[in-house]
């Protein structure tokens, strides 16, 4: 059973940054593609950003859209998502998740981490 692990939530004052990182195990990482989504209150849980098994390709929701970056490390089974430019509605449950092939719908995803939280003050 795959097993994912999320770092690097915390609480930030609008404007700042911070770096979320989901460690991997017990899958062959490099065959998977990799996402990150998020809950935040009263809300569900939606994409955020994707990337390909390989890294080659990625893709944003628009609202993360050139503040957000997601990588992957296949050597370090590792997976990235540098937040910039951080905004109140930003704030949620991130998760990272993973599949074959990326698809943007939380449903088509087995394989999920616990979440960290991100907290984003006005």
């Known amino acids: 059973q795959a097993q994912l692990a999320e770092s690097g939530g915390g609480l930030v004052q609008e404007g700042g940054s911070l770096r979320l990182s989901c460690a991997a195990s017990?899958?062959?990482?490099?065959?998977?593609?990799m996402g990150w989504f998020r809950q935040g209150p009263g809300k569900e849980r939606e994409f955020v950003a994707l990337i390909t098994s390989s890294g080659g390709r990625t893709y944003y929701a628009d609202s993360v859209k050139g503040r957000f970056t997601i990588s992957r490390d296949n050597t370090k089974n590792t997976v990235d998502l540098q937040m910039n430019s951080l905004k109140p509605e930003d704030t949620g449950v991130y998760y990272c998740a993973a599949r074959g092939a990326v698809t943007s719908n939380p449903r088509d995803y087995r394989y999920w981490g616990q979440g960290t939280q991100v907290t984003v003050s006005s």
């Open positions: 017990r899958i062959t990482f490099s065959g998977y593609g």
